[in-house]
């Protein structure tokens, strides 16, 4: 009998954790302010690279238009690598991919004041699997915006 209440109180315990993780999350505030966050479509590189690939410039371009219509949010470039190389290579190898991004945008009219960027290297994989589909996925700009 002791086995089962405490089994029975286990599962009431995991049920509640669950319904609370999922959960719907109203929009964020912040003094006052409603804010939301707003992810924008990733683009991606060549190994060892970080020049903007002819594939990804439509889409860069419609970030810069999407951030002249909506003058209120700020942008963070996150740059991501592969797992190839020394921690310390690929942190400044996702930083300069973040700045080719950066770059691009401002020559599109987006004011610098409104994008920083960010370098997590290595650390943030999308695909964690060892093999060249993965790394092709983890080497990429991701772009995350904030109303």
Request: aromatic residues 8%; charged residues 25%; proline residues 3%.
């Amino acid at each position: 009998m002791k086995t089962y209440r405490l089994l029975l109180s286990t599962t009431i315990v995991l049920i509640l954790m669950v319904g609370v993780a999922c959960q719907k999350r109203g929009p964020k505030t912040s003094g006052g302010v409603e804010v939301e966050d707003i992810s924008l479509e990733m683009i991606h590189f060549d190994f060892d690279k970080y020049n903007i690939k002819a594939q990804y410039q439509q889409t860069l371009e419609r970030h810069a238009n999407w951030m002249k219509e909506n003058s209120g949010t700020n942008v963070i470039i996150e740059g991501n690598t592969d797992e190839w190389g020394t921690e310390e290579y690929n942190l400044a190898l996702g930083e300069r991919r973040a700045m080719a991004a950066k770059n691009y945008l401002t020559n599109l009219g987006v004011s610098p004041d409104r994008l920083a960027t960010v370098s997590y290297g290595e650390s943030r994989p999308l695909d964690p699997a060892h093999n060249p589909k993965a790394w092709a996925m983890n080497r990429r700009d991701e772009f995350k915006g904030r109303k």
